[in-house]
Nanobody, 139 residues
Framework: QAQLVESGGGLAQPGGSLRLSCAAS????????VGWFRQAPGKEREGVAC????????YYADSAKGRFTISRDNAHNTVWLQMNSLKPEDTAVYYC????????????????????????????????WGQGTQVTVSS
């Protein structure tokens, strides 16, 4: 059975770090671009970062740029999200998702230079979602 499993969430202090993992089973992650999303209580889901499958090019929402790093190891069927300099506003459930088309993930990222991702996020259906992992940033 194909599935994605996130792990690594938990409680961190402001300024702290967490490393999230997204492990795929039942299929080869190398065939997909992978994205991380998050959803805070009472807020819409937002794209955080994504990574291409072949050249590992990476893309970030402005809220994550400079603090978060997405990486992957296709041999281990895993994608990570290293989160540094965490802020209370990073508190959310974090989900990974896979998509055969990178541009569908990129257009979910909110950046100052890009188009409004609201519609793309609302309508977005990836090839698969993980179940999510809770990240709480609090002192």
């Amino acid at each position: 059975q194909a599935q994605l499993v996130e792990s690594g969430g938990g409680l961190a202090q402001p300024g702290g770090s967490l490393r999230l993992s997204c492990a795929a089973s039942g299929f080869s992650l190398g065939a997909f671009a992978v994205g991380w999303f998050r959803q805070a209580p009472g807020k819409e889901r937002e794209g955080v970062a994504c990574i291409n499958n072949d050249d590992a090019s990476t893309y970030y929402a402005d809220s994550a740029k400079g603090r978060f790093t997405i990486s992957r190891d296709n041999a281990h069927n895993t994608v990570w999200l290293q989160m540094n300099s965490l802020k209370p506003e990073d508190t959310a459930v974090y989900y990974c998702a896979v998509d055969r088309l990178l541009y569908r993930l990129v257009r979910t990222l909110r950046t100052a230079s890009g188009p409004d991702p609201t519609t793309s996020l609302r309508d977005y259906t990836p090839d698969a979602w993980g179940q999510g992992t809770q990240v709480t940033v609090s002192s």
